[in-house]
């Protein structure tokens, strides 16, 4: 005695799960293909900023044996002023107020209006250095923009001050050893998000 419904039944099972795993292979495959998942797409936005950042500070700190980058020219230089972007240049910001007459022009804003400024990336420059009293690292913004988002990536240059350098009597980098030649180590961080 055959049971015809019971071999349909059968029949029926088996297609539906072949039906299944072929719809859950299908579905693994087109999500292992599609490259613009936010996660994705925000890892590889990052990575360009990165990138970008790395070649500006590199870019800057090349110099010719003998003589001081661009970057560290610029460091030897600053006043210890805090500057903001304003919409056409880097104006110094002084207890909160904008004095618009006094504006920071030197090579890494020429190089930051060119590559950031222009694609519209936020950015801001730290300056971390050694406090010569206590030896504890302490950081002051040259150019301040805001608090940077989360996917914000920051990228960072050391530059070796010298005695011999000549560096602005103004700045607030001190000597942390008069004893030697090395004045202080400065460590450059360019904070870059998209806004």
């Given at each position: 005695m055959f049971n015809e419904k019971a071999q349909m039944h059968t029949l029926e099972g088996v297609a539906s799960a072949t039906i299944m795993l072929l719809v859950i292979v299908?579905?693994?495959?087109?999500?292992?293909?599609?490259?613009?998942?936010?996660?994705?797409?925000n890892v590889h936005a990052e990575a360009e900023l990165q990138m970008l950042g790395q070649d500006i500070l590199s870019a800057l700190d090349y110099a010719?044996?003998?003589?001081?980058?661009?970057?560290?020219?610029?460091?030897?230089?600053w006043t210890g002023d805090e500057y903001i972007w304003t919409a056409t240049s880097y104006t110094q910001l002084k207890a909160g107020q904008i004095?618009?007459?006094?504006?920071?022009?030197?090579?890494l804003?020429?190089?930051?209006?060119?590559a950031l400024v222009?694609?519209?990336?936020?950015?801001?420059?730290?300056?971390?250095?050694?406090?010569n009293s206590t030896f504890v690292p302490k950081s002051e913004d040259m150019i301040y923009n805001g608090n940077p988002s989360d996917n914000a990536v920051i990228?960072?240059?050391k530059i070796v001050l010298q005695n011999s350098d000549g560096i602005n009597p103004d700045n607030p980098i001190k000597n942390i050893d008069p004893s030697t030649n090395l004045y202080n180590i400065v460590d450059v961080k360019l904070i870059l998000w998209r806004m």
């Open positions: 299908y579905a693994l495959d087109a999500t292992s293909m599609t490259p613009l998942t936010s996660s994705t797409a010719e044996p003998g003589y001081n980058s661009k970057l560290k020219n610029d460091v030897l230089n004095v618009p007459s006094n504006n920071l022009t030197n090579n804003t020429g190089i930051l209006k060119d222009k694609q519209g990336i936020a950015h801001n420059v730290v300056l971390t250095f050694l406090d990228v960072s240059r």
